[in-house]
């Protein structure tokens, strides 16, 4: 895809990394080869692509790369937890990324929205045959996801802030999209952990 760009253009100004894979899973509930997808997908597909583009960029001493993270990146989401690891070390990735390209100004950034209303739940992995112990919550834990993504934002304002990013000539680190994106990590923050915890399990419906 990389050399296909580059036979119709000599250079490569910004790279969007915005594929992304979910579930819908309690940890322990979710195979092991469930995990791995969700992973590949979500950290080492940006890795993989970010360094496909990164000889071009350093040659050229320019570039910026737009690394799609979440507020799952930033707190931990009942019943999306290997989705909330890999945007988590997305975020890790992405903040050394920036720390080591910035000698050769290239520009990293992470765009991290809350929920909106995209497809991503209707292609979420589920479990076929999980733990009984899970079963009174499984159901529950999967309309939640549902209803907070349909419930969600219109995602052209996701996609408008990448542009905003794009466009910047001193793009930020970090730009968080939404209201949940923008009050629950402020919530986790403030409150005492207890508090913050009970909170994050009444808005998944779970006692």
Not at 22 to 38: G, K, Q
Not at 60 to 67: A, D, F, M, T, V
Not at 93 to 103: A, G, K, R, S, V
Not at 178 to 206: I, Q, Y
Request: proline share 4%; charged share 20%; net charge positive.
């Amino acid at each position: 895809c990389i050399q296909t760009v580059l036979t119709r253009s000599d250079t490569i100004d910004v790279l969007v990394n915005n594929a992304g894979q979910t579930h819908a899973s309690l940890v322990e509930d979710t195979p092991i080869e469930t995990a791995l997808r969700v992973f590949d997908t979500n950290f080492w597909g940006v890795v993989r692509v970010t360094n496909a583009v990164l000889p071009t960029m350093r040659q050229q001493r320019s570039g910026l790369i737009i690394n799609v993270s979440s507020l799952a990146g930033l707190v931990g989401v009942p019943g999306q937890g290997f989705y909330a690891a890999s945007k988590h070390a997305l975020e890790g990735y992405t903040e050394t990324l920036q720390t080591e390209l910035q000698q050769f100004d290239i520009r990293v950034s992470l765009v991290e929205p809350g929920f909106f209303r995209t497809h991503l739940h209707h292609s979420m992995l589920r479990v076929s045959r999980g733990i009984p112990d899970y079963d009174s919550i499984r159901s529950t834990i999967e309309s939640a996801i549902s209803e907070a993504i349909s419930g969600g934002g219109d995602p052209r304002d996701v996609a408008q802030k990448i542009v905003v990013v794009a466009r910047s000539r001193q793009p930020k680190l970090r730009y968080r999209v939404g209201s949940d994106a923008t009050w629950v990590p402020r919530w986790k923050t403030w409150l005492p952990e207890g508090w913050f915890m009970a909170g994050m399990r009444r808005r998944f419906h779970l006692k």
